[in-house]
């Protein structure tokens, strides 16, 4: 009998490069199923329910959370984001490879709802190199990269609670690891 697959989250700061590493990972491995959100914010142009968010209402968010039936959520710039418990659940049981990319709050409480979930970091080479990735971008003002690199401190000083750090030098590189962890091959 194959064991059967556990929940891998993949957390990590700001601009370390996780959906970059997620995005590649997944144009090699199209079968690793990637949880979609739910979110109270308004659907951008071109996104739709259900493949890049599932779109609900405040109410219908609240109704979510009473009921237990989000693994993890988030408020973030005024709207709130959380994991359905159902789905994943689903694609776990039916012996399918599921990841996570959320933030350090997420991955802490994915970790109290679900203890044998593979907490996985994605630590940037260098601090200075997180710095410039992040100014690099050029989109965005001062005082948003100055809370960003605040906010970039306190999740590398967290890294000790996650079971596995992989050091974001190379996106295949990293792909690759984060395939092996999650025993895909």
């Known amino acids: 009998m194959t064991e059967r697959p556990r929940l891998t989250v993949l957390s990590g700061p700001s601009g370390v490069g996780k959906s ?25 142009p071109g996104e739709r329910d259900g493949v890049h968010y599932f779109f609900v209402s405040d109410d219908e968010f609240d109704k979510l959370i009473a009921n237990g039936e989000l693994l993890e959520w988030a408020e973030f710039a005024g709207n709130r984001y959380g994991t359905p418990r159902g789905a994943v659940q689903e694609r776990l049981e039916a012996g399918e490879p599921v990841l996570l990319e959320i933030d350090l709050q997420g991955a802490r409480l994915v970790r109290e709802s679900m203890a044998d979930a593979q907490l996985v970091f994605l630590a940037p080479p260098s601090w200075d190199e997180l710095v410039r990735r992040l100014t690099g971008r050029g989109t965005e003002a001062a005082d948003v990269i100055e809370r960003r690199l605040a906010a970039a401190r306190v ?7 996650f079971d596995t750090t992989l050091v974001n030098t190379s996106v295949e590189d990293v792909a690759r690891e984060l395939l092996a962890l999650m025993k895909v091959s």
């Open 155 to 161: 999740e590398l000083a967290a890294e000790s609670e």
């Open 20 to 44: 970059t590493v997620v995005a590649h990972m997944r144009t090699v491995h199209p079968e690793v199923w990637l949880s979609v959100s739910a979110t109270t914010r308004r659907p951008r």
